[in-house]
């Protein structure tokens, strides 16, 4: 019987299926597995190479896996579909996970450690208070309107109508819907206190982190940006230049050539849109700064904003923001302004 050289595990949440290979690419086994006996059976097998596509519970496997001695490779989904036989189930998932590691050419992703994950956990649960809080905003307006009280958009308003809502508007609304908007508002003041306590834990990590303050030297990077950028972005060396991490941040156009003809399309969204949000709203920022105070005379700011729409310089210049973060962190050192060098 041939030695297994590859195992294409597919993941779930308690039926695995785990599909050997050995160094020709032949089947050697194709095999059913429960979650209690999984690490059981990879502890009874050879040290070898094992696959997983790159989805939930895939970075602890990797982990549990990794410990029991075998090189475990994590691969994108998109990138397995192409090895898949028409239908559709567990022992074709598997085998298509174990033919798409064994291409030369194919590209993995990093295991992330614990404490990787529980650092992205942070902006996780922020993201996530954000996103209701927003929510709360929305719909505290939106019934209002139903009163005859309207309010501008943003959060420093929505204070205003709580205060409203102790005065004269409260004795016009009837009591069931007073007391709906009180519990809407002591909800997001709960939420805008638990966001702030997030804000101050990066702010003291970013502190007391030495690459987060190398990051932060870039315009448009605080210590949100600058954190995040440690907590969920791979290694540095994964990639071989700055283009490289811009491409895999979603920064560059999606394109459709063919016979000879370049054509780029849209932005491709790709990677991680955390960062690529961050980046966004952070080279934002730079513009409206540049807007304002003005550029240096001659600077690529000023030639692009002047030559093209203000949201496409938006992107192009967190596409370059990506590719200096990927030198810091790539070869060290801080930022320095163009002019700086120049001079």
């Keep these: 019987m041939s030695e297994v050289t590859t195992i294409g595990l597919d993941i779930a949440k308690t039926v695995f299926h785990a599909h050997g290979a050995d160094e020709r690419g032949r089947c050697v086994f194709s095999k059913r597995l429960t979650r209690a006996k999984l690490l059981v059976f990879f502890a009874a097998q050879p040290r ?9 519970g895939a ?18 989904p998109a990138y397995v579909k192409p090895f898949v036989k028409r239908h559709k189930n567990d022992a074709v998932d598997a085998e298509a996970i174990c033919e798409a590691a064994q291409r030369p ?11 990787q994950q529980a650092s992205a956990l942070v902006f996780r649960t922020r993201d996530l208070l954000v996103r209701q809080r927003t929510q709360l905003i929305n719909a505290i307006r939106g019934h209002m309107t139903e009163y005859g009280w309207v309010a501008p958009k943003g959060p420093a308003y929505v204070s205003m109508l709580g205060d409203l809502l102790e005065d004269e508007m409260g004795a016009s609304l009837p009591p069931a819907a007073f007391s709906m ?9 709960d939420l805008d206190e638990r966001i702030a306590a997030l804000d101050k834990e990066i ?3 970013a502190r007391e982190e030495e690459t987060a303050r190398r990051l932060m030297t870039i315009p448009g990077i605080g210590p949100i940006t600058a954190t995040a950028l440690i907590a969920l972005a791979p290694a540095a060396e994964t990639f071989a230049k700055g283009r490289d991490f811009a491409a895999w941040v979603g920064l560059t156009p999606t394109q459709h050539s063919t016979g000879g003809k370049q054509k780029l399309g849209a932005t491709s969204k790709m990677g991680e849109r955390t960062l690529r949000r961050l980046l966004i709203i952070g080279a934002s920022a730079v513009i409206l700064q540049a807007t304002r105070r003005g550029t240096a005379k001659g600077s690529w700011l000023e030639q692009m904003l002047a030559r093209k729409p203000r949201m496409l310089v938006t992107v192009a210049l967190a596409n370059k923001m990506a590719r200096i ?8 050192g801080t930022y320095r302004a163009p002019m700086a060098v120049a001079a």
């Design 105 to 115: 050419s194919m590209r993995f992703v990093a295991v992330k450690s614990e404490e």
């Design 48 to 56: 070898c190479t094992v696959a997983l596509e790159a989805c939930g």
């Design 59 to 76: 970075h602890h496997w990797a982990r549990e896996l990794t410990a029991l001695g075998h090189d475990v490779r994590l691969i994108p």
């Design 325 to 332: 973060v990927w030198a810091l962190l790539a070869k060290g």
């Design 181 to 189: 908007f009180r519990v809407m508002l002591d909800l997001l003041a």
């Design 203 to 205: 702010a003291q990590r």
